[in-house]
């Protein structure tokens, strides 16, 4: 039976082409092993997730209504897999490599690079972000773990199973009705636009990772506490992230953070049938007084994502018709119209959650120390990146700094946990 060689596009990885000017298209994750894994068996085991999927072992082709992916069967262990030597700790360079991008042309949407030292390694993995979200990011990377443990006791990752349905984000509201379509014709992001002051928001430089811990006891007893106020942890860490940028700008006032939600719980049974990019928009703001207690602070977030998540359409707005718009117009036009869009969404913060790393064992050992990193946003934009491995929150900010940037961005990011910190004090 003769190979597919092509497969249509849907509306996510159109809409992720079209904001390549903006951020490059990949979401990275860097995994800390505190002894060595086989580089034979994680070649095979990448190669065992890759085959399974067509869009994994594809090339985007950005054409003007008909986008597509170009299936290659001709990929190599060059196109997916890679090992690299040092010295010390494998942490510092594998954070500096993880910035790489996969490039739609790129044979592989799915790379894995191993540093590896003489005692310990790092393993990274890069997906497009045409390809999936951080939801179906994480569970590729827990596919990855399952394959290697096949391979290693078995010799051979048959058995594995992906998910290979409709990749297609309309999955989120396709039975809606005309009315509750309607509905959605408005932005999904409200509120002031809230810009990170750059001495010079043109000015570019080196691909720079910069990055914050909150401990898993830190971060626990927050949450318990938010709990106790009727907040979830997402709520805990947007109102941080407000707090410590108004404080590290020495400002205040009406602010605005946009942030993503998962679409999936609009989908049957609440998972997409194939690997997909299903992430909606979700705006809060917040009149920032430096008077203000945390507590209260929080009280306005908590009601706000409340709102949101008790509407039966919450993340959807705007996204039928913004993906109408990349089905019906010419790619040079939707290029210069995401202007109108990404011109507004220049703060945010996406949050994954936690990740377990018991399920990410491979030759016997679990990881000791994790990041995430989401799609590196080119300046005027900043995002935080947060994600929790074993409860211990890892904060990220991505992007191609300047010297002069790094100290303010840094601030900025100690000062979420700083937030946490405080609030675990209030009374």
């Given at each position: ?91 510092k360079p594998a954070q500096a490599i993880s910035l ?31 390809v999936v979200d951080g939801s179906d990011g994480k ?66 430089g080196l691909l720079r990772m910069l990055r914050c ?215």
């Amino acid at each position: 039976m003769e190979r597919k060689k092509y497969s249509s596009a849907g509306v996510g990885e159109r809409m992720q082409y079209i904001a390549h000017k903006y951020n490059d298209t990949t979401i990275r994750f860097v995994l800390y092993y505190p002894s060595m894994l086989c580089a034979e068996t994680l070649r095979a085991a990448t190669k065992a997730v890759i085959e399974r999927v067509d869009v994994l072992h594809a090339s985007f082709v950005p054409k003007s209504r008909t986008s597509h992916w170009r299936i290659h069967n001709d990929y190599t262990p060059a196109d997916y897999f890679s090992v690299v030597e040092c010295e010390g700790n494998p942490m510092k360079p594998a954070q500096a490599i993880s910035l790489r991008e996969i490039a739609h042309t790129d044979k592989c949407q799915l790379q894995v690079i191993l540093v590896q030292s003489t005692e310990s390694c790092a393993m990274i993995v890069r997906i497009s972000h045409l390809v999936v979200d951080g939801s179906d990011g994480k569970y590729l990377l827990n596919k990855l773990a399952e394959s290697y443990r096949m391979m290693e006791q078995k010799g051979t990752a048959e058995e594995l199973e992906i998910k290979n349905g409709s990749r297609s984000a309309t999955n989120a509201y396709s039975e809606l009705s005309v009315k509750e379509l309607a509905s959605l014709a408005k932005t999904p992001f409200d509120g002031v636009k809230t810009d990170y002051p750059f001495e010079n928001p043109k000015e570019h430089g080196l691909l720079r990772m910069l990055r914050c811990t909150i401990p898993s006891e830190v971060l626990g007893k927050a949450r318990l506490k938010a709990k106790e106020d009727d907040a979830t942890v997402n709520d805990l860490l947007l109102t941080a992230c407000y707090r410590a940028y108004a404080k590290s700008i020495g400002g205040e006032g009406a602010m605005s953070i946009s942030s993503m939600m998962d679409l999936r719980s609009h989908c049957k049974d609440g998972i997409s049938a194939g690997l997909s990019n299903m992430s909606g928009g979700m705006g809060t703001s917040l009149e920032v007084k430096f008077e203000n207690s945390f507590r209260s602070d929080l009280k306005q977030i908590s009601g706000q994502t409340k709102e949101v998540k008790n509407n039966p359409l919450a993340g959807l707005n705007g996204m039928p018709f913004l993906h109408a718009a990349t089905k019906t117009f010419p790619m040079w036009l939707l290029l210069q119209a995401a202007d109108l869009v990404y011109s507004s969404m220049s703060l945010s913060m996406t949050n994954l959650g936690n990740i377990p790393l018991e399920p990410l064992v491979m030759n016997g050992v679990k990881p000791t120390e994790g990041i995430f990193g989401g799609p590196l946003k080119k300046k005027p934009s900043v995002q935080v990146g947060v994600a929790s491995f074993d409860g211990t929150a890892e904060l990220t900010i991505l992007g191609d700094f300047v010297t002069e940037d790094l100290e303010g961005l840094q601030r900025f990011l100690n000062g979420i946990r700083t937030e946490v910190e405080n609030y675990l004090e209030e009374e």
